[in-house]
């Protein structure tokens, strides 16, 4: 997979991506699942890596002391800077790179991500990289697609992974050192693929702690 391919795709969806009313849905009830399985104090330092144009970060950072926002999209981080001048929120501070590399030298209370990991080609490695980054007793919200036939992207580029198996997912996530990962369906997205027929794609989010 190429990386690149990525980043051409999301800086040319960019300033289109808040237009999608079900996009935003999703992303409103993946941050309420996050809120409700990490249940915040407020004090908590956050890494969202894959932040996009900032539908889940601008909801999660209300709740968060310092959220920072990665992603591999510059437009796409544009996009999410404008809003956060526009909502006069400053606690939110944005790196563009690639995770696992652009990886900020720090511990974070809580790392999450939403619909990112399909795009990473090695999440075992990427899961170990994650627990080096949180603070004894942090805790991943990583959620993504239950695994489906394909139909969800399309011919979209990209795209490493179609969805991801609860049971693997739990290994990969004891394999990397984490505790305790937690399971729940955030959302359940319901279209038609490409050749018209409906489909249901059920979102996970698992959570997992670092003992
Ligand atoms: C499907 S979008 C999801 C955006 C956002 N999380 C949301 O829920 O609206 C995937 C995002 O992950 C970013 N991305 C993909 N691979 C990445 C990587 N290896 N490192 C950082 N960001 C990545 C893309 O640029 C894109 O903004």
Same mark, same amino acid.
């Given at each position: 997979?190429?990386?690149?391919?990525?980043?051409?795709?999301?800086?040319?969806?960019?300033?289109?991506?808040?237009?999608?009313?079900?996009?935003?849905?999703?992303?409103?009830?993946? #941050?309420?699942?996050? !809120?409700? %399985? +990490? /249940?915040?104090?407020? =004090? $908590?330092?956050?890494?969202?890596? *894959? &932040?996009?144009? @900032?539908?889940?970060?601008?909801?999660?950072?209300?709740?968060?002391?310092?959220?920072?926002?990665?992603?591999?999209?510059?437009?796409?981080?544009?996009?999410?800077?404008?809003?956060?001048?526009?909502?006069?929120?400053?606690?939110?501070?944005?790196?563009?790179?690639?995770?696992?590399?652009?990886?900020?030298?720090?511990?974070?209370?809580?790392?999450?991500?939403?619909?990112?990991?399909?795009?990473?080609?090695?999440?075992?490695?990427?899961?170990?990289?994650?627990?080096?980054?949180? #603070?004894?007793?942090? !805790?991943? %919200? +990583? /959620?993504?697609?239950? =695994? $489906?036939?394909?139909?969800?992207? *399309? &011919?979209?580029? @990209?795209?490493?992974?179609?969805?991801?198996?609860?049971?693997?997912?739990?290994?990969?996530?004891?394999?990397?050192?984490?505790?305790?990962?937690?399971?729940?369906?955030?959302?359940?997205?319901?279209?038609?693929?490409?050749?018209?027929?409906?489909?249901?794609?059920?979102?996970?989010?698992?959570?997992?702690?670092?003992?």
């Amino acid at each position: 997979m190429n990386p690149d391919a990525n980043v051409e795709r999301f800086d040319a969806l960019a300033n289109e991506w808040d237009n999608d009313p079900q996009r935003v849905f999703m992303a409103q009830k993946v #941050a309420r699942a996050m !809120r409700n %399985a +990490l /249940a915040p104090a407020g =004090t $908590e330092t956050a890494l969202e890596f *894959g &932040a996009g144009t @900032g539908l889940v970060t601008l909801i999660m950072a209300r709740h968060l002391a310092r959220v920072t926002a990665l992603d591999a999209s510059a437009g796409m981080l544009n996009v999410l800077r404008a809003k956060c001048a526009a909502k006069h929120l400053e606690n939110v501070d944005v790196i563009t790179g690639n995770v696992p590399q652009a990886m900020p030298a720090n511990r974070y209370d809580l790392i999450y991500a939403s619909m990112v990991l399909r795009h990473v080609a090695d999440v075992p490695a990427l899961l170990g990289v994650l627990f080096d980054h949180l #603070a004894p007793n942090g !805790r991943v %919200a +990583l /959620a993504d697609l239950d =695994t $489906e036939d394909g139909s969800f992207h *399309g &011919a979209a580029k @990209g795209v490493a992974h179609h969805g991801f198996d609860r049971a693997t997912f739990a290994t990969w996530l004891r394999d990397a050192g984490f505790a305790e990962p937690q399971f729940t369906t955030a959302h359940t997205v319901q279209r038609a693929a490409d050749d018209g027929s409906m489909h249901e794609y059920p979102i996970f989010l698992a959570v997992a702690r670092r003992s």
